[in-house]
């Protein structure tokens, strides 16, 4: 299986989403991090995530360790990549998702704003997946299937 590691800068609410999105949709594989990681998860991220049925129980903010970033073998960061050191920059791809402007900003932890993350975030993951399997895979097939239906 592959891994796929998310990672934001507080692991509090995009790589969570993220995380949480990938392994119900693809049945595990996914993990995240963060670089200066909250204390806890945003709980408006658990309430959005529950209202499309994806499972988020025991998410926790983790703190980026070099093993973790060794064990990947698909880094995605949400503005940050940066930050993550150069030797890993070949499996490192950057997602733009969330605030932009000044007033996303102050919006950032409102349901609205956190749901049109979220509804971003599964695009992404959609497309991710795709990019991983091929589309001619089994597990493509099921998903578009899936997506098609729900």
Request: hydrophobic share 40%; with cysteine; glycine share 6%.
């Amino acid at each position: 299986m592959v891994k796929v590691l998310f990672v934001c800068v507080n692991n509090a609410r995009r790589s969570q989403i993220a995380e949480a999105i990938f392994n119900s949709v693809a049945g595990g594989g996914a993990f995240s991090a963060g670089l200066e990681p909250a204390d806890h998860v945003d709980e408006n991220v658990l309430l959005i995530l529950k209202e499309i049925g994806v499972n988020a129980a025991g998410l926790k903010p983790k703190k980026l360790t070099p093993t973790m970033l060794r064990e990947a073998d698909r880094i995605v960061a949400f503005k940050c990549k940066s930050r993550i050191p150069q030797e890993f920059h070949d499996k490192v791809e950057e997602w733009s998702v969330g605030a932009e402007s000044a007033e996303e900003l102050k919006s950032l932890y409102s349901l609205d704003y956190l749901r049109k993350i979220r509804d971003e975030i599964h695009e992404h993951v959609w497309k991710l997946l795709q990019n991983l399997h091929g589309r001619s895979h089994s597990l493509t097939k099921r998903l578009e299937a899936r997506r098609q239906c729900c």
